[in-house]
């Protein structure tokens, strides 16, 4: 059973740092596609960042490129979202996917976590 949970979301401060955390059980993060997507309030849910095969190649969303990185661990088998020079508009719930399927990331995911809230506030 493939499992992924989040951890490391909250309330900061704009220009604030913060790191997501995504355990993953059941699943080999190296050999796959481990993203993370949010969601804010009444908008669709987008494409953050993505950290893809055993060369760990790394996408970003433009609106991220430059204070957020994406890394991963793979003896504990956890992917990260550091997270800097937050503003209000990041204020959304973070989710971690992951897929073996193919792209450039890929644009569909297997398995989500149940997400975490960030709060960003001015």
């Known amino acids: 059973q493939v499992q992924l949970v989040e951890s490391g979301g909250g309330l900061v401060q704009a220009g604030d740092s913060l790191r997501l955390s995504c355990a993953v059980s059941?699943?080999?993060?190296?050999?796959?596609?481990m993203a993370w997507f949010r969601q804010a309030p009444g908008k669709e849910r987008e494409f953050v960042a993505a950290?893809?095969?055993?060369?760990?190649?790394?996408f970003y969303a433009h609106s991220v490129k430059g204070r957020y990185t994406i890394s991963r661990d793979n003896p504990k088998n956890t992917v990260y979202l550091q997270m800097n020079s937050l503003n209000p508009e990041d204020t959304a719930v973070y989710y971690c996917?992951?897929?073996?399927?193919?792209?450039?990331?890929?644009?569909?995911?297997?398995?989500w976590g149940q997400g975490t809230q960030v709060i960003v506030s001015s």
């Open positions: 996917a992951a897929t073996q399927r193919s792209g450039n990331p890929p644009r569909e995911y297997d398995y």
């Open positions: 950290i893809c095969w055993s060369a760990s190649f790394t």
């Open positions: 059941g699943w080999i993060i190296s050999r796959s596609c």
